[in-house]
């Protein structure tokens, strides 16, 4: 590799000349980070990037569907009115920023904005940031409910689910990092 013999394959040295030099994104560090739920992480990605299948996208590539939000029923459903414009989602924003003692904002970008210029505290970061990816995962999750099963959940439902699945989740590693699992659950439970 790069003019070097060497008797050692390496894989990682290999994937790392193979894919170049590539500069990290301003908003990796909010979607990518140490004890982040995969799937939330994952799903918070594809919201970044606005590729979720979100009815003004589905009317972009021809399909007939009704354009309202299926949350609010009032606005026709983008990422920016689903995240949080809407009056339903910025009502579950608004309690779950308050908990991580975060100003809400109503606009997808400025949220996004004030999320990465967050103090790097790890623990009030990591517990922002959980918060936040939680937030977004059961927002989609109950718009889909919503329109493939009829199921109809209350805003303060999804605020307690997120609640029920942040506790758990700081619960599971507090034997891998006792200091930070009882940090952030103090800091859960400070403006609950």
């Known amino acids: 590799m790069e003019g070097r013999l060497s008797t050692r394959y390496k894989t990682g040295e290999m994937y790392d000349y ?11 560090r909010v ?3 140490s004890y982040g739920v995969p799937r939330h992480s994952f799903l918070s990605w594809l919201v970044l990037l606005d590729r979720c299948p979100t009815r003004d996208r589905l009317n972009r590539w021809g399909l007939n569907v009704d ?11 983008t990422r920016n009115h689903l995240f949080f414009e809407c009056s ?19 606009s997808w970008e400025d949220t996004l904005c004030q999320l990465q210029a967050l103090p790097r505290n790890r623990d009030s970061l990591r517990l922002t940031l959980l918060g936040f990816q939680a937030t977004v995962y059961w927002l989609w999750n109950e718009r889909n409910t919503r329109l ?6 209350s805003p303060e439902t999804i605020i307690s689910t997120i609640d029920k699945q942040l506790r758990n989740k700081l619960q599971s590693f507090r034997h891998a990092n006792p200091r930070a699992s009882s940090a952030m659950m103090q800091l859960w ?4």
């Open 18 to 28: 193979l894919k170049g030099a590539l500069s990290q994104v301003p908003w990796a």
């Open 31 to 33: 979607i990518w980070f």
């Open 67 to 77: 354009p309202l939000c299926l949350l609010c029923n009032t606005v026709a459903e």
């Open 88 to 106: 339903f989602s910025a009502s579950v924003w608004s309690t779950i920023a308050h908990r991580c003692q975060l100003q809400a904002l109503t």
């Open 148 to 153: 493939h099963q009829q199921l109809f959940k």
């Open 189 to 192: 439970f400070l403006h609950s």
